[in-house]
Each structure stands twice: as C-alpha cells, then as structure tokens.
C-alpha cells in the first residue's frame, strides 16, 4: 500500500505536467559527455588496462595482450551492453576479463576514444574515472555519452545509467521505473533496499527491433534504439520484465518445476504473458499506460494470436512465434483475470490469486487455465470495449524455431514457393516487421546488424478476429480502475 501511495503521491503531483503520452515525446538526443576524473598511477598495483582500439574492439592489457571484439555472441547477445555507435562503445568487463576478484583496471585514450571513461555502476556515488579498483561484474568501460540519475527515497534506492545519445531525459525515466517498481514489489509482497540499477543502451536506429530489456544480478539491463521516445512500449518492456522476476520466484514457491521432457516454452510463454499483463495492469492503474495505449496493447495480443493461427509450420519445430502468440494469449488471460479480481471484496491482485489458488501440486499451465480460464468478457471497465475487427495478413512461409537463449524470431528454413523466399528473405535473417498493403507486402529484416527492407508483390488475405477498442465519447478519468 505504501508503494501504490508514493506512486500517486507523485503522479498527483505531475499530473499536468507528467502526461503518460506526452510527457516522454522524442526530442534533441543528448550527448552529454561526463566529467571524467583522472587516476594516478599506484606504484606496485597490477593493473588490466582497456584500450579502444576502434568501436567495435577493445584492446585488454595484463600478463598478456588481446583484443576482444564488442559484438558479442551467446545468451545475452540480443541485449549486451556491448554497444558500437559510432561515436561510442560501451562494455561490461565481466564479459571480456575471466577473473571475477575485484582488481585495478584503467583505460587509455587512444585517436578513437580520445576521453574514455570506466565506472562502478554500484559505487554509491557514481564517478566516470579512468582507473578503478572493483570486481568485474560492476565496472563498465566505454567512451562518449554517459548519463545517470539516483533517486534515494524511502521506498528505495534507483540508478539509471543512460550510455549513448539519450533521446529522453533520463531524470523523467528514472523517475517512471522507481514507481513501478514500488507497485509490483507492493504487488508481490517484497522489498528491495539494496541500490537497484537500471542500465540503458542507447543503440543505432536499426539495430534493435523495438526495446529489449533483461534481468541483471543488480537490476535490469536494455536496449532502446537511437530514434525512439520512452514510451508506451519502452514502459511494458520494463514492467514485464521486473514483473517476471518477481513472478519467476513466485511461481517457483507454487508450482512444482516442469517434469523432465516437458514443453519448456509453455512454462516460458506464460512467465512472459502474464509479467506482461501484470505490467499493464499496473502502469494503467498508475497513469502510466493512456486508456487508448492499454487498448492498442490488448488489441496488438489479439493479432499475434490470430495471426499465428493462419501461418505455415513445419513438422515437428517449435516456432518463436507460436511461443509468443501463446505469451501474448497468457497476457490478455491476466487483464480478464485482473478485472474480475478488483470486484473482489476485498480486492486482490495477480500475484495474491496465483498465490491463493494452488496446492503446490500443479504445474503452472494447469493452475493458470484452472484461475483464467472461462468466458472473456466484452468489456473492460468503462472505455475498453471488444469489437470484430479485420487484420490483413501475409503466411512468409518460413520457420524461425524457438530457442530459449535467443530474443529474436531468426529464420532457419522457408517454403521456396512461399513469399518471404519471393521477397529475398534468407536463413540467418532476424524477422523484424511485415507491412501488408494493398500493392503487396514489405518485410524488415535484420542482416548482420543492419535493417533490410524486402518487397514482394503477394497481397494479404484478411481475418476477421476479437479485437480491443477505446470508446471515443468517455473522459480518460471514467476509464482507469477504481484503485
């Protein structure tokens, strides 16, 4: 409770200047440089010193000398810190030097880099040094723009780092994530007092579909591209993804682990719905999400599911898309859920239902369709209706199977008769939009890191599907839940 009122305590406080859609539009990046403090030799102190070399390496000096490329691959590749921009790079150390023991490093300017800077992302005052004693899971190297903000309530510590061109002003997003933070750990019953960091990569336009965010050991980790506002999207991203920390530990406390063999994107999907579902419902709740943006979000997971179900499979592959059509099938099961559950007396949120509804005998899809199953209701509060509506559709016929250490839908196989073959899509493409239009269908691909748009003359077929829609002739203030 003391979470939800800090957060309306400064949203009252905002509300004519903090506008959920506006408050955020996209302007003039920033290319704040910071003030870096120099670091004079320790005589005796082994030192690891960091050259940038070029902005896509990064030269480490020790017992031995090598250079480690910034585009890394593995796990977390979708959402590294490592970042070229062109006119900065950024680095995680504990991705480039294998011994975790805290230890100097220091880095040197070279005609590439001319001031760069490290930092201890968890110091309690962040400084920009070129020199260091630490551990290499807190410290990160990099040179050109770096922006951040500390918030120390009593609800909290937050920091946001911003590396990059910033086309938001990081204050305003520090100020959004310590809020919804505050509402799901007051949603599931937790708290955290440790310093929670949030760190955003700035990355060129192109070179993230739309904004990819992740867990940390301190926090979360994301990237946004260089042309975006911090908005709608950027704000689920986030909930979703705090929400499903919570949610994983949660779920782990309930339900009993899948059984050896067991469909893993099934458990995956619905830890992703329903964190996105939560996120929605709580940034709607505080303001966050505009009536309109929490229609458009419910209507966006419709299409996924119906689109979906018109599209090509190969035998025996688990497809990305089939697993997000069912995350995005979970997401809208959570809005049903969360409406029924604010006419409950008293009222009780997500989490409390999970909570309250198991046994610890059921796997978590069997306890998911046992609390949300039923008949969907037509209407969500007072503006947010259900309506037939068409969506035009193109079957690519291509494959782009699901991997659970991959973020992006990346073709493996196609049809040679099917359209994205037509269009030039190859294998090893990341599948990054379709535009279906009447003259035919454009396909957005990402090809070793750059955008590629692809044409074909295919023209849609049209599905008439369940859809969401914002009734125009009610005030936004009838619309948000009665909190």
Not at 186 to 202: G, P, S, T
Not at 275 to 285: H, K, M, P, T, V
Not at 388 to 406: H, I, N, Q, Y
Not at 456 to 482: H, I, M, Q
């Amino acid at each position: 409770m003391l979470g939800r009122l800090a957060a309306l305590v400064v949203l009252g406080a905002c509300a004519s200047a903090c506008a959920p859609t506006r408050s955020s539009a996209t302007r003039t990046p920033s290319s704040a440089v910071p003030r870096i403090v120099a670091e004079p030799p320790r005589a005796g102190a082994p030192t690891v010193v960091l050259r940038f070399s070029s902005l896509d390496a990064v030269e480490i000096r020790g017992e031995t000398t090598r250079t480690h490329p910034l585009a890394f691959d593995g796990p977390n590749a979708a959402v590294s810190l490592a970042d070229v921009a062109g006119t900065h790079a950024v680095v995680p150390l504990a991705a480039i030097v294998e011994d975790p023991a805290p230890q100097r490093f220091a880095v040197e300017a070279t005609p590439v880099c001319p001031s760069p800077w490290i930092v201890d992302v968890a110091a309690p005052w962040l400084v920009a040094r070129t020199a260091v004693t630490a551990a290499p899971a807190v410290l990160r190297a990099g040179c050109g723009p770096l922006q951040h903000t500390d918030f120390i309530t009593g609800f909290g510590r937050e920091r946001v780092l911003v590396y990059g061109a910033a086309p938001f002003d990081p204050r305003m997003v520090a100020s959004e994530m310590g809020i919804v933070r505050s509402d799901l750990e007051r949603m599931f019953e937790v708290r955290i007092d440790a310093l929670w960091i949030n760190e955003i990569a700035v990355v060129p336009h192109g070179g993230v579909g739309g904004p990819v965010a992740e867990p940390s050991p301190t926090g979360l980790r994301m990237r946004l591209d260089a042309a975006a506002s911090w908005d709608a999207e950027a704000r689920l991203e986030v909930g979703a993804t705090i929400a499903r920390i919570w949610l994983g530990k949660l779920v782990g406390q309930i339900a009993p682990a899948e059984p050896e063999g067991a469909a893993v994107p099934e458990r995956a999907a619905l830890l992703h719905g329903i964190g996105r579902g939560i996120a929605r419902e709580s940034l709607f709740e505080l303001g966050l999400l505009s009536p309109d943006e929490y229609a458009a979000d419910l209507d966006r997971a419709e299409a996924l599911v119906a689109e979906r179900s018109a599209a090509w499979r190969p035998a025996g592959a688990i497809d990305a898309r089939d697993v997000a059509a069912r995350s995005a099938d979970a997401s809208i099961d959570a809005a049903m859920l969360a409406w029924r559950m604010r006419e409950a007396d008293p009222p009780r949120s997500l989490p409390q239902v999970l909570e309250a509804s198991s046994d610890g005998s059921e796997d978590l899809a069997g306890l998911w369709r046992r609390i949300a199953g039923g008949a969907r209701p037509r209407k969500l509060g007072a503006c947010v209706l259900q309506r037939a509506t068409k969506t035009s559709v193109v079957d690519l016929g291509v494959s782009t199977p699901w991997e659970p250490t991959r973020s992006a839908a990346v073709v493996t196989s196609m049809r040679e008769d099917g359209v994205g073959a037509a269009a030039g899509v190859a294998t090893g493409d990341e599948l990054a939009g379709v535009v279906a239009t009447r003259d035919g269908t454009v396909v957005t691909v990402r090809r070793r890191g750059a955008a590629v748009l692809l044409t074909s003359t295919a023209r849609p077929d049209v599905l008439v599907r369940r859809g969401w829609v914002r009734r125009a002739n009610v005030a936004d203030e009838r619309c948000y839940p009665k909190l």
